[in-house]
């Protein structure tokens, strides 16, 4: 998708109104108008890319002050930090976007089911190698 058809670049110049919380050179950031929780924020870089390998590095380089600081104001305690990256993952728009959901309680935010696996410990060491290889 391009970047004058995709709904958060639309965001970004204002072609579409959002309840903008911050922005700057390089991020913006709105309140989320699905929330799972009141505070449910969007943050994101004003650089269009559909996954998070296709930012450059240079311009994710306040995503994650500009979360904290959205968290701190709110006075959060508990709260999630999602980002998500393709439709098997739950990714709905394709442009980079990173979710702050307060979790305010056990039924608002993010509900999240984590199936962990026994881990084969071999595999794993082979799997670190591979990885700090290709780094």
């Keep these: 998708m391009s970047s004058a058809a995709c709904l958060f670049c639309k ?10 919380i911050f922005e700057s050179e390089k991020t913006f950031a709105f309140l989320d108008i699905g929330p799972l929780s009141k505070g449910h924020s969007l943050i994101i870089p004003k650089h269009h890319g559909a996954k998070l390998h ?3 590095d240079d311009q994710l380089s306040e995503v994650l002050s500009v979360t904290k600081k959205i968290a701190i104001a709110q006075g959060l305690e508990d ?3 999602l980002q998500n ?3 098997i993952a739950h990714q709905v728009v394709d442009h980079v976007h990173f979710h702050l959901i307060p979790k305010p309680n056990k039924e608002e935010g993010l509900g999240v089911d984590w199936p962990t696996k026994n881990a084969d410990k ?5 799997l670190l190698e591979e990885i700090k290889a290709k780094m």
């Design 11 to 20: 965001i970004i110049r204002g072609e579409i109104p959002s309840m903008k």
């Design 54 to 56: 296709d930012i450059p």
């Design 79 to 81: 709260y999630n930090i």
């Design 85 to 87: 990256n393709g439709r």
């Design 122 to 126: 071999d595999q794993l060491a082979k």
